[in-house]
């Protein structure tokens, strides 16, 4: 089976840009969830699609939002960029996200904000 | 709300010996689910090895091993033989199965192998 992809793989943008972020599952895995990572906050959690519903949410601004689709790929906005927003963007597949499942990450999205 | 702590920010081992990664966590949950992930440099996140809560026994994958203490709430991870191909970030990893998709992570141990 091929493994979670996220596209693209680098990123750079400018102060109040917006972004589109893509991750497509793996086959069969029903639930996408997202995360953020950054060397001085690790690895913080966004949000978890399943079903095209939002079921999880981390602690971040609105400006932070994602959606999913009925073939299960997910996407995440960034809309009015900060310079703070630079971070690896990492989104991670599961069956159902329910305890009996494992998360298969992807290789991420580097975004870079100037 | 949970945390997971790993309290050593890098760590470095010779190749062929033994080093183990210490993780510490908090929960008030009693069912939840323990992770060790592995990032090499700029490569892909993968899943090292897992542990359920309720087992009692110590998960264990090839030349790793954990070492899991419920009631001291602590989750560390031995690798044995080391390799150079160990060389990684190690992420200590907390799930709490109401809280469908998410995962704590700890701030990471960077681990070198030396040859």
């Known amino acids: 089976k091929a493994g979670v992809t996220q596209t693209p793989r680098y990123l750079i943008k400018t102060r109040g840009q917006q972004v589109t972020l893509s991750c497509s599952p793996i086959?069969?895995?029903?639930?996408v969830s997202w995360y953020q990572q950054t060397p001085g906050q690790g690895l913080q959690f966004l949000f978890e699609y399943f079903s095209e519903t939002q079921r999880n949410k981390g602690n971040f601004p609105g400006r932070f939002s994602g959606r999913q689709f009925s073939n299960s790929r997910s996407e995440m906005n960034v809309s009015t960029l900060e310079l703070g927003d630079s971070a690896l963007y990492l989104c991670?597949?599961?069956?159902?996200?329910?305890?009996?499942?494992?998360?298969?990450f992807g290789p991420g999205t580097r975004l870079t904000v100037l | 709300a949970q945390t997971v702590t790993q309290s050593q920010p890098e760590m470095s081992v010779q190749e062929a010996e033994t080093v183990t990664l210490s993780c510490t966590y908090d929960t008030s949950e009693n069912n939840y689910y323990l992770f060790w992930y592995k990032q090499p440099p700029s490569r892909q996140m993968i899943l090292v090895i897992r542990q359920e809560a309720y087992k009692q026994q110590n998960a264990t994958e090839n030349r790793f091993s954990v070492n899991f203490q419920k009631a001291a709430k602590s989750f560390s991870l031995k690798i044995s033989d080391s390799q150079l191909g160990d060389t990684a970030m190690y992420f200590c990893?907390?799930?709490?199965?109401?809280?469908?998709?998410?995962?704590?992570f700890g701030d990471g141990t960077t681990l070198t192998v030396k040859p």
């Open positions: 991670a597949s599961s069956l159902d996200g329910t305890r009996t499942d494992t998360q298969y």
């Open positions: 086959s069969g895995h029903r639930s």
């Open positions: 990893a907390f799930m709490n199965p109401t809280n469908a998709g998410k995962s704590t």
